[in-house]
């Protein structure tokens, strides 16, 4: 039987980063989705957000955003619920963050993909969520090692 292909939570960085530059890792779990490797999952909040930035920073890129999302099949999780939304608000004081990981507990991937090392990467705090928490190029170097 095939193996299930990873779920992987995308926050805003690593989705600006892929819009931004056509190489590096961010861009990669894109067309990895695309090939059905991974699936690839974002919140609605998330989906603003990001569209938010790239209307204010970069308008031209605005279709290639939703070009990534449609050849990646990207999938839009649900809404958190107010006990996932408590539970990150009590492992994250900063509550833009606290939103996304609550967010990505709904989620309920893999991986939860950021560039954010302040509130992400290697917080120990996070360490006994269900998912790992790391960058693109973590979620593609633990990829290789499973095949």
């Known amino acids: 039987m095939p193996q299930k292909a990873p779920k992987i939570f995308l926050d805003t960085s690593v989705i600006i980063a892929a819009v931004m530059s056509p190489t590096g890792g961010a861009r990669l779990l894109f067309h990895l989705s695309q090939a059905g490797a ?27 955003f939703a070009q990534l999302f449609a050849e990646a099949n990207v999938e839009t999780a649900q809404e958190p ?10 492992l994250l004081e900063y509550a833009p963050d606290a939103n996304v990981l609550a967010q ?3 989620a309920n991937p893999d991986w939860l993909i950021s560039h954010d090392r302040e509130h992400f990467i290697g917080n120990s705090v ?5 998912f790992k928490i790391g960058t693109p190029g973590d979620a593609i170097a633990w990829l290789r090692a499973q095949s």
């Open 38 to 64: 991974v699936r690839l999952v974002v919140g609605k909040g998330i989906l603003y957000e990001t569209e938010d930035v790239l209307k204010r920073k970069a308008p031209r890129l605005i279709g290639l």
């Open 81 to 90: 619920n107010s006990e996932q939304l408590e539970r990150a608000k009590s």
């Open 104 to 106: 990505a507990i709904s």
């Open 126 to 130: 996070l360490a006994d969520l269900p």
